[in-house]
């Protein structure tokens, strides 16, 4: 895990097609990231979301993955470590040539869809 101890991956199900992932995330609301990235209001910042998306990909099919692009990112609204500490993620991917996989991903807690996402990674 790249973003060192920002947050748990409670759960990880990849489909028997291997082409959904749903994970379950805690949020660990000390981290001092959350300190800068509001004070007095935290929130998660929108790369780092990105970053466990490509985290919780690597961690469901055993791969290393690199993004080279993303086609959409789309935030309707904000991931709180203290209001939202759980975070669902459901990821539909598609492996495009042996070495390419495109992903689309929903961020939601308690319900409400936060971040939609669309985008390309490489195999390292």
Do not use: W
């Not at 409670?10 to 749903?22: N, Q």
């Not at 004070?39 to 993955?65: H, Y």
């Not at 993620?89 to 929903?106: P, R, V």
Request: hydrophobic residues 40%.
């Amino acid at each position: 895990m790249l973003l060192n101890n920002l947050y748990t991956l409670s759960s990880v199900e990849l489909s028997e097609a291997m082409d959904r992932i749903s994970a379950q995330v805690v949020l660990n609301a000390e981290h001092p990231l959350f300190s800068g990235h509001f004070p007095g209001n935290p929130i998660l910042p929108g790369v780092c979301t990105v970053q466990i998306i490509r985290e919780i990909l690597e961690n469901a099919t055993g791969k290393e993955f690199m993004l080279t692009r993303a086609d959409s990112i789309k935030y309707q609204g904000f991931i709180s470590p203290v209001t939202t500490p759980e975070i669902h993620f459901d990821l539909a991917i598609k492996h495009i040539e042996s070495t390419k996989t495109s992903c689309s991903a929903t961020v939601s807690a308690a319900g409400n869809k936060l971040c939609s996402f669309r985008g390309e990674y490489v195999v390292m």
